[in-house]
């Protein structure tokens, strides 16, 4: 029965069910036909043209949205300058037209493993606005120095002409600078871009441990994709994180503080991730583990706990990360006028940071993206406080209701790879306790499901043995029992 589950209509259902409009509405459809009729003027001559620099983006192996492209300089004082263009979503896009109006209210691409839903028609978000290869593309450019250090103690932004000389992949590029594999073939024919990515994953380093040294969580999430032979599910596998993927989540971090610091004077948009409520439960997880946490919430004593278990277990790193994450509790949206105090965003250990680099994929990076245009002009704000308000608000719940979608359909490839391992006895870790019932997650391989039978006592980080008693493809459900 399971080979013949039509996940794709399965995951569109979902989709609908928490408040998503998969189908782009005719009137998007008729502003993307005109978009590609009259395509969009020559820049001015504002528009610096930065086409000649080395840029290369890395991004996932499948990827066409691609957002940023990153290229940095050595400066004569031992600091680097870096470059991350953002792609120009708004030079297609303006306020209140068509696409506009459904991404305020879609503001997110969602990912369900067996196809995407994006927030943009594929015609831009792949297509005219995404910064491939070999191809000329307006962008919004954010420019920072880098010292030694890792401090970021300059930063501005400007539009400008560029052009991705290479389009390169998380898996390759971090094989190659973790030294466990060669170079892949674009970098390997190009001694200059050979020595640009590791200056880069140089200065991603120096950016990490001042971040860290500040109390930045060292988390590792081991995100889940699954594995599909001939359309079908046969498994789900970690995606590890690697120097690639570290250099470029460094250097957005960096740059979206750089954004932040550069809108305090007018209204905008934060990414927050507030103080944990239930910080006395992390403080038991660490003591469980020889640890000692303060009673007052803070990041710097979390992470260096988070430090030392990784080096202890780091076998078990990933579940302890999940645990964390878990009872620290999501990231949202807020508006910041000029003067409010700060909440910071807690597992980031900084005070200013907001979302600007992910503007085909994220409604709020494009809304950063006019509110940037605007300062940077000069002009007035094009967004009210009730506005930004409301944007933030709905972004808030529609990353909430993706987040819930990608669960879903999660646990329904979950259930298809799974559903030949009935009576299979695993190791797993209580990741929540629900007034729905108490949830596991299988270490090998990666699935999730209800512990049905045998919860009693558990919380949010105990380790259990548990064995498969059922699955149903159709709801996405994998029962339980305690071995």
């Known amino acids: 029965m399971n080979n013949h589950v039509d996940l794709q209509a399965m995951a569109k259902q979902i989709m609908m069910e928490h408040g998503f409009e998969p189908d782009f509405p005719d009137a998007v459809k008729q502003q993307m036909a ?4 009259h395509p969009s003027s020559p820049p001015s001559d504002k528009v610096r043209d930065l086409r000649d620099l080395l840029w290369s983006s890395i991004d996932n192996d499948t990827s066409r949205d691609l957002d940023q492209i990153e290229v940095v300089e050595q400066l004569p004082n031992g600091a680097v300058k870096v470059l991350v263009g953002i792609a120009d979503v708004d030079a297609f896009v303006p306020k209140s037209c068509p696409i506009d109006d459904h991404a305020a209210k879609e503001t997110t691409t969602v990912y369900t493993g067996v196809c995407n839903f994006p927030m943009l028609p594929e015609a831009l978000s792949t297509g005219a606005s995404s910064l491939l290869e070999n191809e000329d593309r307006l962008s919004m450019v954010i420019e920072f120095v880098a010292a030694a250090d890792g401090t970021v103690n300059s930063g501005t932004v400007y539009p400008a002409l560029v052009r991705n000389k290479a389009q390169l992949t998380y898996s390759a590029v971090g094989a190659w600078l973790e030294g466990t594999s060669k170079a892949p ?4 024919a190009s001694a200059d871009l050979q020595s640009q990515l590791k200056l880069q994953n140089q200065v991603a380093q120096s950016l990490k441990t001042q971040r860290f040294q500040h109390g930045a969580l060292n988390i590792d999430t081991n995100e889940v994709h699954p594995i599909l032979l001939n359309n079908q599910v046969v498994d789900v596998a970690k995606q590890e994180k690697n120097p690639a993927t570290e250099l470029i989540e460094d250097f957005m971090v960096a740059a979206n ?7 305090e004077q007018v209204s905008s948009l934060r990414r927050i991730v507030r103080t944990p409520e239930r910080w006395d439960r992390i403080v038991q997880l660490a003591a469980a583990k020889g640890g000692h946490l303060p009673a007052e919430p803070s990041s710097k004593a979390l992470n260096d706990f988070l430090l030392q278990r990784k080096q202890a277990d780091p076998d078990h790193f990933a579940d302890l990360s999940l645990a964390v994450i878990k009872l620290i509790g999501p990231g949202e949206y807020v508006l910041e006028r000029p003067g409010d ?4 965003h807690f597992g980031l250990a900084v005070q200013d940071y907001t979302h600007s680099t992910a503007p085909n994929r994220r409604f709020a990076d494009v809304v950063t993206q006019r509110l940037l245009k605007a300062f940077i002009g000069g002009q007035p704000n094009p967004y009210s406080d009730g506005e930004l308000s409301a944007i933030a608000r709905n972004c808030t719940e529609k990353e909430d209701a993706a987040r819930k979608v990608e669960r879903e359909m999660s646990k329904r490839l979950a259930a298809v790879v799974m559903s030949n391992r009935i009576g299979g006895t695993f190791d797993a870790i209580v990741t929540g306790v629900t007034q729905h019932g108490t949830f596991v997650r299988v270490l090998k391989p990666h699935v999730e499901g209800l512990l ?6 558990l919380d949010v ?3 259990v043995r548990v064995r498969l008693t059922r699955t149903d493809v159709q ?6 029992a305690r071995a």
């Open 34 to 37: 005109r978009i590609q009729t």
């Open 185 to 188: 073939p674009k970098v390997a």
């Open 257 to 263: 503080g750089v954004v932040a610091r550069l809108l």
């Open 341 to 344: 105090p700060e909440p910071g």
């Open 452 to 457: 049905a039978q045998g919860s009693q006592g």
């Open 461 to 463: 980080g105990d380790k």
């Open 475 to 480: 709801r996405g459900y994998i029962d339980f």
